[in-house]
């Protein structure tokens, strides 16, 4: 079992915090791409090219991997493409930020049940409170959530539970960034199906091919890359509740790019979320300066082999 990065935990929460920043505006700009492409198309697109950018970039050597390695990248590279597919369809029907904020449900779980103390469970519960606000808002709000995207960003949230602990799983597995590049070949190889008619569109059109790339980079590689390497220097419960960030990021990109209004609600939401992430955050540090653990495998992981 790889050892956790011999680093300051604050690295981990910049790296968590630079995801935060990177996914909201990568799907503010697959948004743009769904009249002509679809939600299951620019998924495809997107994973498709963080993939060969990854394999380029990496040159990872699978064949010398272990059954129990092969088994880590193959469900990492499940849901990936499960989780991508259905936001992507969830923020086809409802708003950005409402619907990062229910797909939090999923990390925020997690979170609960991973946590060993009162403390981290507190902060469970002020997050989950910024995700009861930007529900409430979204229900009462001028631009009420449309049913069946909540239910796609329901299963969304529990692809992205499984996302989190095969990517502490394939982190702990496979040295580098190999398993990531070979999980998107996997997602990759999913959802061809899909992709097939959206790659033939952007094929004859360079400007649609450039905000896929886009879309690739902020969304995929600069995220997943650094949520990776966050898992080998944070517990996974502290990783879950630093994302609550992540609402209060897709909120902003929302309005700035998809003219998504910030209601009070939503601020309100942000301001409960960021709390949570800055509690999270002093515990992490009071952990280390006491000696207490502070990498996410100081215990067993009950994954599959």
Do not use: H
């Amino acid at each position: 079992m790889q050892k956790p990065a011999a680093s300051s935990p604050l690295v981990g929460v910049a790296l968590v915090i630079g995801s935060c920043l990177s996914l909201p505006f990568g799907a503010a700009v697959a948004a743009q791409l769904f009249p002509v492409l679809g939600p299951w198309g620019v998924t495809s697109l997107r994973v498709a090219i963080a993939a060969l950018l990854l394999v380029a970039i990496v040159r990872p050597r699978p064949r010398k991997w272990t059954r129990q390695q092969w088994l880590a990248a193959v469900l990492f590279g499940v849901s990936l493409a499960a989780m991508n597919g259905f936001f992507y369809a969830a923020i086809d029907r409802i708003p950005l930020g409402p619907a990062v904020a229910i797909e939090f449900l999923g990390p925020l779980v997690l979170a609960a049940v991973l946590t060993r103390k009162l403390a981290d469970f507190t902060w469970v519960g002020v997050a989950l409170l910024g995700m009861v606000v930007l529900g409430i808002d979204g229900l009462i709000g001028a631009e009420p959530l449309d049913p069946l995207g909540v239910v796609f960003i329901l299963i969304a949230a529990g692809f992205w539970a499984m996302y989190i602990r095969m990517s502490a799983r394939v982190g702990a597995l496979i040295p580098g960034s190999s398993g990531l590049a070979m999980g998107l070949v996997v997602a990759a190889v999913l959802l061809i199906p899909v992709g097939i008619p959206a790659a033939s569109t952007v094929a004859m059109d360079p400007q649609l091919l450039l905000l896929a790339a886009i879309t690739a980079v902020l969304s995929s590689v600069i995220p997943y890359s650094f949520e990776l390497a966050a898992l080998r220097r944070l517990p996974q419960r502290v990783f879950g509740v630093l994302l609550s960030l992540e609402p209060a990021f897709a909120t902003l990109a929302g309005w700035l790019i998809l003219g998504q209004d910030a209601t009070p609600l939503r601020l309100l939401a942000i301001a409960l979320v960021i709390a949570a992430s800055v509690g999270t955050t002093l515990g992490v540090r009071r952990d280390r300066r006491d000696g207490g653990p502070s990498g996410p495998f100081t215990a067993p992981i009950p994954l599959p082999d």
